[in-house]
């Protein structure tokens, strides 16, 4: 079975802090993929990527950045937390045609 | 953004009734794929449809792509309490060496009452 883990279920953090969301998979896949998702809006994409140290854009990247040093880890990080950016925070990685899905960091910045 | 918008929001049915969500989005895409979410989990693939194929079939499940219309719907056939869940389309785009954009809509929260 393909196997995505997120770091954390739950985290907590404080207006300016850095936060470092980790995502690892175990199945050599190249594409690896992060996503907000908040009631009414849907997933939507912050960044992905494609081979290790390959990052594009998606919809929403600003106030994020990421970190693809190893194939099986794909890192997401928050450089000053604030309030808007609490939000459930999904991981997924794909090879073929279907992504796997993490269970999900619900990230409250207070 | 390509990101996709579901219709309806919200859809409530009785058992053994069948669903339909629609999904629509802005540009061309590669390929168009329905998940599934349970409250408060990760998404689960259900099923995809190539830009070349105008329908597909898996169980209960149908979906058509009508790329001209830029839509595809997904119908649930006899839809049982243990469909409750909300439904996701993403559009695949890959373009350049390797990259593979794959994008959300809303989702529609489906309901089903036993």
């Known amino acids: 079975d393909v196997k995505v883990t997120q770091s954390s279920r739950y985290l907590v953090k404080r207006t300016g802090e850095k936060v470092f969301l980790e995502c690892v998979q175990d199945m050599d896949h190249e594409n690896m993929f992060w996503y907000r998702q908040d009631p009414g809006l849907g997933l939507r994409l912050i960044y992905f990527s494609y081979d290790v140290k390959m990052k594009e854009k998606g919809d929403i990247p600003e106030g994020y950045s990421v970190s693809r040093e190893k194939k099986e880890r794909f890192s997401l990080i928050l450089e000053s937390a604030s309030t808007n950016q609490t939000s459930m925070y999904l991981c997924?990685?794909?090879?073929?045609?279907?992504?796997?899905f993490g269970q999900g960091t619900r990230l409250t910045v207070v | 953004s390509q990101q996709g918008e579901e219709d309806p929001q919200a859809l409530s049915i009785q058992e053994g009734e069948n669903a339909t969500m629609n999904c629509s989005y802005k540009t061309s895409i590669n390929n168009l794929q329905w998940y599934r979410q349970n409250s408060g989990r990760g998404l689960v693939h259900l099923i995809l449809?190539?830009?070349?194929?105008r329908e597909k079939h898996s169980g209960r499940l149908r979906v058509t792509l009508d790329t001209s219309k830029k839509s595809s719907s997904l119908l649930i056939t006899a839809s049982r309490a243990a469909d409750t869940a909300s439904y996701f389309c993403a559009t695949a785009l890959i373009s350049g060496a390797g990259s593979y954009q794959l994008t959300f809509g809303k989702g529609t929260k489906l309901s089903v009452i036993p």
């Open positions: 449809i190539r830009s070349n194929e």
């Open positions: 997924a990685s794909r090879l073929g045609t279907e992504a796997f």
